[in-house]
């Protein structure tokens, strides 16, 4: 739900973790304790490549380098609980745009033949043992089938309710007892089938109370205007949410006003309901500052 500005590789814990190019490391930044009791911290290592690309790898446990160092391709620069990694660009503005470039999928910097390696192996592990049955493995999901998924999609489906949504007219420091923060929802359709998903979560799972995140499945037949929402993974909150939906793309950013209720739909959409704004390519939390709804 944040983008592409980073990806989760999944290793097993203390695995080394390579440089992706030769560049020269230029920051380390010790992020605090994990929260795990066992006095290990979590750093960012950040490594200029040269030509305009900055990476920055994160989750690692323990640099295996010091700022300033030289380094080759497949030099380890530190060991980790993940390969979790951020490609920056400061030449495109194509992604999640900053001052400072742009957030991008290290898949399009590959050369031919490593994508084709990267590529076979993603079928062979991922797409046809797991999406051929229709199900998700590690971060890897049928109805976001490829190595670089579509971060903005609502103008794929006008006056439906598909895309990357922000809460605007309720505070997301104050944690509400129906909506959530980020909605993105999808209706996919490819090679591994039909696909009505969604994903909510909340901004700061910090504050007591707060919904945290969940998903689950929609469907629209009863109509245009309606959509129930089948909502797991979240205890209390699971359930079936009726929901009267109306879109609005006249001007600008397309926004979506939705009332919903737990086994049963609102007589109307009335002042309580939540009205979601669509998200534009930028990071997440800078666009909910431009939208004025956090500080």
């Known amino acids: 739900m944040e983008g592409l500005n980073h990806i989760w590789i999944p290793i097993l814990p203390n695995t080394p973790v390579s440089s992706w190019a030769s560049g020269t490391v230029t920051h380390i930044e010790n992020m605090g304790d994990r929260g795990t009791n066992d006095g290990i911290h979590e750093y960012f290592i950040t490594v200029d490549y040269g030509q305009g690309l900055v990476g920055k790898h994160l989750d690692a446990d323990f640099p295996l380098v010091r700022v300033g160092d030289r380094i080759k391709q497949g030099d380890q620069v530190?060991?980790?609980?993940?390969?979790?990694?951020?490609?920056?660009?400061?030449?495109?503005?194509?992604?999640?745009?900053?001052?400072?470039?742009?957030?991008?999928?290290?898949?399009?910097?590959?050369?031919?033949?490593?994508k084709a390696a990267v590529i076979a192996r993603h079928m062979a592990q991922v797409a046809e043992p797991y999406f051929k049955s229709g199900t998700e493995v590690g971060n890897s999901r049928p109805w976001e089938p490829y190595l670089t998924n579509r971060m903005l999609f609502h103008k794929n489906h006008p006056g439906s309710v598909p895309g990357e949504w922000f809460?605007?007219?309720?505070?997301?420091?104050?944690?509400?007892?129906?909506?959530?923060?980020?909605?993105?929802?999808?209706?996919v359709t490819n090679d591994y089938g039909h696909f009505q998903r969604f994903d909510v979560m909340d901004h700061d799972w910090s504050i007591p109370g707060n919904k945290k995140n969940g998903s689950g499945t929609w469907n629209s037949a009863d109509g245009q205007g309606r959509i129930i929402f089948t909502l797991t993974g979240n205890g209390r909150l699971d359930g079936n949410y009726y929901s009267l939906y109306t879109i609005d793309e006249s001007e600008g950013r397309a926004r979506m006003s939705i009332e919903w209720k737990k086994d049963s739909y609102p007589d109307a959409i009335s002042t309580h309901s939540a009205v979601y704004t669509e998200r534009s390519a930028t990071y997440l939390q800078n666009d909910a500052q431009l939208l004025g709804i956090l500080k």
């Open 78 to 114: 530190a060991t980790g609980p993940s390969a979790e990694f951020l490609l920056q660009d400061m030449r495109r503005s194509d992604g999640e745009r900053s001052s400072a470039g742009s957030p991008v999928s290290p898949f399009d910097y590959l050369t031919d033949d490593v």
């Open 167 to 187: 809460l605007t007219n309720k505070g997301w420091k104050t944690p509400d007892s129906l909506y959530f923060d980020v909605m993105t929802i999808f209706d």
